[in-house]
């Protein structure tokens, strides 16, 4: 069955281009067009999408009002398609926090290389979307704090993510309590956006959740979240971790990059650290995990089936760098069970 795509856009001209552009793809499928919010609401009840494409500005509700508003009453992944909406905006860091997948420029096509590049980044947008809608399951609820004075006391985790990886961190996060060891995580993401995401989480949390700042120390029941801008490193001095960002070259072409996130973790934490490996493209993260495992920190992975893209976990995995591979929702609670467990049995 192809997915089901609604565009919802005052422009006739836009709404063509999307419906040609959406329609040359053999497993999507244009179920409909509205010029306005008012017409979507009824649209979408009458044809039920898999996917919304919506505009910012627009006659008698604004694309973010009627956002706030489906998101609250009946949730679907959305895809914003607005000139409005360019990457590290206001606009797109508001539409992200309440609920986007994501967020895509207008079409400005002067050739047929244009047309074509742009048809392939908006096709796979709305495939991302849709998994993305599909896979992600509503966060459990907290776990139950570790009660073990000791437990936390030294201990670190460490979380690397890219595609998918913003709500995958979400789940994780938003089942730790208040007494769980400091979290350092490095998601790729560009500049403009890691500031509002660590907002969003924060908001959402029952744990402390910012943006890492350069020397600020890792505290338990506090999760620091790599800025676009520089990779996050895990550094320990007279006993006790520190967060340091670097603005040094891309690795694994990112930056922030997972791997030199996990290679600081199995320098200054080894066997006092806990590592987690989600859903994303590519294997950044896999070498730096199999370096924790070697110096001994418990490593688990997201499995195929809960992930977006499965290709960081499955790298990471064919390197027996991961000791439990399992579903995004139970990830928490064996990171949880190993600190729990009595010393001598880890």
Known sequence: MPIKVLIVDDSVV????????????????????????????????????????????MPNMDGLDFLERLMRLHPMPVLMISSSTQSGTDITQCALKLGAADCLPKPRLVDAESISAYTDLLCGKIRLAFNTGSKIKKPASPLPPINHASASQGKVIVIGASTGGTEAIKEFLMQLPLDCPGVLIAQHLPEGFTHSFAQRMDNLCKIKVSEATDGEPVLPGHAYIAPGHS???????????????????????????????????????????????????????????????????????????????????????????????APLDQLATLVLSQLRKPAVER
């Open 14 to 57: 836009a709404r063509a281009k999307l419906t040609e552009m959406i329609q040359s793809q053999p497993d999507l499928e244009v179920v409909g067009c509205a010029a306005d919010p008012i017409r979507a609401r009824d649209m979408i009840k009458q044809l039920q999408p898999d996917v919304l494409t919506l505009d910012v500005d």
């Open 231 to 325: 990779h996050l490193l895990l550094v320990r001095r007279a006993g006790a971790y520190f967060c340091k960002l670097d603005q040094g070259p891309a690795v694994n072409r990112h930056r922030p990059s997972v791997d030199v996130l996990f290679d600081s973790a199995a320098l200054h934490a080894g066997a006092q650290a806990l590592g987690v490996i989600l859903t994303g493209m590519g294997k950044d993260g896999a070498a730096g995990m199999l370096k924790m495992r070697e110096a001994g920190a418990f490593n688990v992975a997201q499995d195929e089936a809960s992930c977006i893209v499965f290709g960081m976990p499955r790298a990471a995995i064919l390197l027996d760098a991961v000791h439990q591979v």
